[in-house]
């Protein structure tokens, strides 16, 4: 499997002088995925967890929602030039044949951005999420949620050798970390982790607290929904269609979460304040 960090020579300067010294970078490789033979998306990825990846990718998507939906995940035999398997391609097994519209194919290859407006965005992703975010009854005191931050961070020890992964990691209510996962893709480190509570039997996040290292994007706040998870926590900001999603839903839209502060976007009686 490919490495999740690589070496590279790098010509470091410092005022006036100037040294040569090996840096160490995070990986980024591109990941096919089919589904039964046939080639779904191409995403860039570190890898691995690559299973996780795949399952929370489908998930996101609204092609599986529990354990049963996901058949099996198998490595493909993609090659380099010098014919040494890849791990680059996964094929992933559905039970029911044909689970995938031909409209998933095509809106892969396109932004959300593209010939869509954001209320029609926002009313296509409400029919697809299959939990009701209104009815999670999670509670999680001020104090608790500041330290998430910090919990994140520790935990995160590719950044500490590369400085150039994002990470995304899911709480409990108390503050506990139950898993992490990092990144070059904000999207990717979440369905790593929404795949691993998928293969786990977790699904849904009732009850969770999803933390993201960056900004919490449209795309970011559809994958938590699509997980049952009923708050998303970002150290940055969120986007305006994050904001107008989460409200949509009634999910619990936190950002700017840092040094014992933030911004509750939507839903802020879930969070208790002494």
């Known amino acids: 499997m490919g490495r999740v960090t690589e070496r590279r020579r790098v010509v470091r300067l410092q005022d006036q002088k100037s040294t040569v010294r090996p840096d160490t970078l995070a990986a980024e490789e591109p990941l096919e995925i089919r589904i039964g033979g046939d080639s779904l998306t191409v995403t860039m990825r570190t890898p691995g967890d690559d299973f996780d990846l795949v399952a929370g990718f489908l998930v996101s998507e609204g092609l599986v929602a529990g354990p049963d939906d996901l058949t099996a995940l198998r490595y493909c035999a993609g090659t380099d030039a010098d014919g040494r398997n890849t791990y680059n391609v996964i094929d992933a097994t559905l039970p029911r044949a ?16 593209c010939g ?13 999420v299959p939990h009701d975010l209104t009815a ?17 961070r520790a935990a995160q020890k590719v950044f500490d050798a590369t400085g ?24 990717n480190a979440v369905d790593k982790v929404v795949g691993w509570a998928l293969r786990e039997g977790r699904l849904p996040l009732r009850g969770h607290v999803l933390l993201v290292s960056g900004r919490a ?15 998303l926590a970002a150290v940055s900001a ?7 999603l989460a409200a949509d839903l009634g999910l619990t839209l936190v950002g700017f979460l840092r040094d014992r ?14």
């Open 98 to 113: 044909g689970a995938v519209p031909v409209s998933l194919h095509r809106n892969l290859l396109t932004s959300s951005a």
């Open 116 to 128: 869509i407006c954001g209320r029609e965005t926002i009313e296509s992703i409400r029919g697809r």
């Open 136 to 152: 999670d009854t999670l509670r999680i005191t001020a104090d608790t949620l500041y330290g998430l931050p910090d919990t994140l």
């Open 164 to 187: 150039g992964l994002h990470a995304a990691g899911l709480f409990t209510a108390d503050g506990e970390l139950l898993c992490l996962r990092e990144d070059v893709g904000r999207h």
């Open 217 to 231: 994007s449209f795309e970011l706040t559809q994958k938590a929904a699509m997980a049952g998870i009923p708050l």
């Open 238 to 244: 969120p986007s305006s269609l994050a904001v107008d």
């Open 261 to 274: 502060s933030a911004n509750v976007y939507h839903a802020p009686e879930r969070i208790t304040v002494a």
